[in-house]
């Protein structure tokens, strides 16, 4: 099964690796910690003396630095680039540069000194030997440094969707200054250019030794594992966006697919369609295309959440009369004129009860919308005459073409014109089905109160669809319900041989405005849709259509902790 489908282009990869990878790696960086490090020197050579007659020499062999507490200073990374691994497409590889930094450690040098007196008739003399031990700050500087981290998307039936950081990083620097303390003995060895690569060996293995995979692939994984939690509406409603029956793809360089599971659950169970879709993956988005994805939404999804709300009891309405703008339309007396049976109970008001015989459902097909818009494109297309004929029937929606010529008819238009206007006004639509029980109980708290029963089939065409934050932070696929027709037929009544058609009119009246506030709540709440904890859609500036099989939604993603 595969009710929602991705697929994301190179200006989303860019997106989710700088924000999320790249941003979490240069935090890493800045906090460089440096490991300890043991320099051995050796020593057999003299140190400057300003004492007559006195020299000092560093023992044979006894010269050694220890560094510690390195921590890098001013290691101001970027990330440079973002690239997919030719040779293999699950691969991405995110390259950082710094500019000039260095690294501060602490340095403690530790030699033996002797002591040398000339002495008359003897010559030179070793008359002292002392340990000498020295602290210094010492911050080797650095020209640059580039660094390259692999990362790899991957679906697993246990964990989920994760994010790996691959391996160990490719670093290297750029020739560095060796900046040796002031006073250290060491400047005396004739050997300093030594120190510049200990401090360079040390930097490099410092970041060697950065556990990439689990400081920053930790932070990963836990954006990744949000993906479905973005599913949960809450009151138990929770869609599945598990991997779907195409699982995650790399068509080709900066391009990734997936496919998604869908479908909802109510408090545990899981919903089942009748088709269980199989949605195609979108096309590959090219690099030219700024979009960061296009996203296909099946109807099952819709379906799902008709069916939630269904089982939750949250498309059942009581209406009362005063519940109304106008009460008198569920008081008897309203009635009694032209349906003399209810005389007896004239003194009292109806109750309106509205449920569910199953829940709406939804399949793709042409509709014919008579909008403002269509309207002003046929203002140019059709006879002065046809054009005002047809703003009577201005905001009209029909599911079939006889319906629509039906209307045009009825209106005095002629059948020539019929082509044209319904070329103009057709589209692919999403169109739902009610299946609706209405019943009106007299209120005369009787043991046994009379009442009607109806049977309303309603069908509306989805509209209005856009992205918006639907209950519990979730960010949904909402949309409207343009009602296309109505049908109440009577089922039966407690009044002996009474026929209540004649109030199946009371659903217009009492029962559709309740209805319809019912659905507004329901499109309000929307289809949620997958993505990370921290990236909210560009709500205002997606395009969602209606295809033949699915909604699509090319769309881009804000950063939002930014």
Known sequence: MQAISVAIGKAGIQLFAQHIVAAHVIDLLKTLPAPDRSIPVGGGWDIPCNKPQT???????????TLNGGVAQNLDAKCTAVEQDPKDNTMFQCTFAAGPFSVKYNWTENYVRNTYSYLQGMGWVMTRSESISNRYDYLPGFNGLTLKVKFQFKYDAGAGWEMVVQGKPEISTTENNANIPAGSAVLYSGNQCNFGNSASDATVQALQ?????????DVVKGV?????????LGDGIRYDFSSGDDGL???????????????ASYNGTAFSGATPPALPLP???????????????????????????????RLDAVVNA??????????????????????????????????????????????YELTTDVLNTLKLKVSQQVYQLLTGLQGNNYVSKAALETDLSGAGIDSSNFS??????QSMGMVVSHDIHFTLIILNFQPEQPQFVFNVKRTDILGNLALGVGPNKTQTMQFGFKNAIWTAGFISSTIPNFDGSSLAMLWGTAGEPRYDNLLVALGATGVPIPIMQGFKFDFTNAVLSIQENYVSILANVLYQNS
Not at 420 to 425: H, L, Q, S, Y
Request: aromatic share 10%; net charge negative; hydrophobic share 45%.
């Open 420 to 425: 044209t206007i319904e070329t103009a006004a």
């Open 224 to 232: 990744i594992a949000s993906i479905p939690t973005s599913g949960e």
């Open 55 to 65: 020299k000092y020499a560093v023992r044979e062999g006894s010269f050694a630095i």
């Open 322 to 367: 005063a519940d109304l703008p106008d009460p008198d339309i569920l008081k008897v007396k309203t009635y009694v004129s032209i349906l003399p049976v209810l005389k007896p109970f004239a003194s009292f008001a109806m109750q309106a009860q509205i449920s569910l015989n199953s829940a709406p459902t939804t399949s793709f097909q042409l509709v």
């Open 249 to 263: 793809k790399f068509p080709a360089a900066n391009s990734i697919q997936m496919g998604v599971k869908g479908g």
């Open 283 to 313: 096309a590959p988005i090219p690099d030219a295309d700024t979009h960061h994805l296009d996203m296909y939404v099946s109807n099952y999804e819709v379906d799902a959440l008709n069916w939630a709300f269904f089982k939750a009891g």
């Open 209 to 217: 030794n950065i556990d990439f995979n689990g400081k920053v692939g």
